[in-house]
């Protein structure tokens, strides 16, 4: 498979054998659940369920799992970005649409070579936690605000997962941390951060997204600018810097860098998620957006 990889030049990605991380995969959602019901730990997180699950699902044994890093910074995405109410993983259209369409041409080359070969294709929504495979296979560091920190493209990426029952003898490399220089906790404008990992109830990213907020919240939400995620911890991370810019073209096409109240006030949220019905948000709501925004007008 890594000679029909290899032409996909602009993504990074790994293979790795699945049963070398089969027990490792278990432990790893134990710990998640067992997170979950402390109440710790970010909901939005596919929680994952078991590798056998898998097969009674989808009616193929899983075998290997190619695990991508499609990057979406552009050199003009990161020249705009500190001006930008929304976060830069936002400019473009949803991510999601374009890692499928990235990952079913994938797909579709190597059925030409295994024409038998099953495939489950997933990026954020699927049965599995794509940020295992991701530090796993050796895909990127671990970084302390939980990013996936690819050694080409920083963390600036999506995580794309392609499992299949063709088998593979590729192995699992070590996973690593990051520098762990601290600036990420130093600079995070919530307190987020700490040595011992994210508080996502305070995380201003998930703040954005969240559907109510208590006064205490709307206090950290008013020390960012943004009204959809946030780019701090990334911005300030030296292993961010002098990376490679991404060169998909979907990527570059259609950036829309703020939303502004006039634009949206007056609109149904009918309207809204019809308006932006190809951007990562729209499934938020027009409320929660201009909640976002009065709040950070209040500051």
């Keep these: 498979m890594n000679d029909i990889l290899k032409k996909y030049g602009d993504i990074n990605y790994r293979i790795m054998d699945i049963e070398s991380c089969r027990e490792s995969y278990d432990e790893f959602l134990k710990k998640l659940k067992e997170k979950r019901s402390l109440g710790e730990g970010n909901e939005y997180e596919i929680e994952g369920e078991g590798l056998d699950e898998i097969?009674?699902?989808?009616?193929?044994?899983?075998?290997?799992?190619?695990v991508l890093f499609v990057p979406?910074?552009?050199?003009?995405?990161?020249?705009?970005?500190?001006?930008?109410?929304?976060?830069?993983?936002?400019?473009?259209?949803?991510?999601?649409?374009?890692?499928?369409?990235?990952?079913?041409?994938?797909?579709?080359?190597?059925?030409?070579?295994?024409?038998?070969?099953?495939?489950?294709?997933?990026?954020?929504?699927?049965?599995?936690?794509?940020?295992?495979?991701?530090?796993?296979?050796?895909?990127?560091?671990?970084?302390?605000?939980?990013?996936?920190?690819?050694?080409?493209?920083?963390?600036?990426?999506?995580?794309?997962?392609?499992?299949?029952?063709?088998?593979?003898?590729?192995?699992?490399?070590?996973?690593?941390?990051?520098?762990?220089?601290?600036?990420?906790?130093?600079?995070c404008p919530s307190g987020a951060i700490s040595s011992d990992g994210v508080d996502f109830s305070r995380c201003i990213s998930y703040l954005t997204q969240k559907k109510t907020i208590d006064s205490f919240e709307e206090t950290l939400l008013k020390k960012q600018n943004k009204v959809f995620g946030c780019d701090v911890c990334q911005d300030v991370c030296p292993e961010n810097k002098n990376k490679k810019y991404s060169n998909i073209e979907d990527f570059s096409r259609d950036l829309l860098y703020n939303i502004e109240l006039g634009e949206i006030y007056d609109i149904s949220n009918r309207e809204f998620r019809r308006k932006f019905s190809d951007r990562n948000f729209s499934w938020k709501g027009k409320n929660i957006i201009v909640r976002n925004i009065m709040t950070g007008r209040d500051k």
């Design 72 to 187: 979406f910074m552009t050199e003009d995405k990161a020249r705009v970005s500190d001006g930008a109410n929304l976060s830069s993983h936002a400019f473009s259209r949803d991510y999601h649409m374009i890692v499928k369409k990235i990952m079913k041409e994938i797909v579709d080359d190597i059925k030409a070579k295994y024409h038998e070969a099953e495939f489950l294709i997933q990026c954020d929504n699927g049965p599995l936690n794509e940020r295992f495979f991701a530090y796993a296979s050796g895909l990127g560091k671990t970084g302390m605000n939980s990013m996936i920190i690819n050694d080409i493209f920083g963390s600036y990426g999506f995580i794309g997962l392609i499992i299949t029952d063709i088998s593979s003898k590729e192995h699992i490399t070590e996973s690593l941390q990051c520098i762990r220089c601290d600036r990420c906790i130093s600079q």
């Design 55 to 66: 097969s009674n699902k989808y009616g193929f044994y899983p075998r290997t799992a190619i």
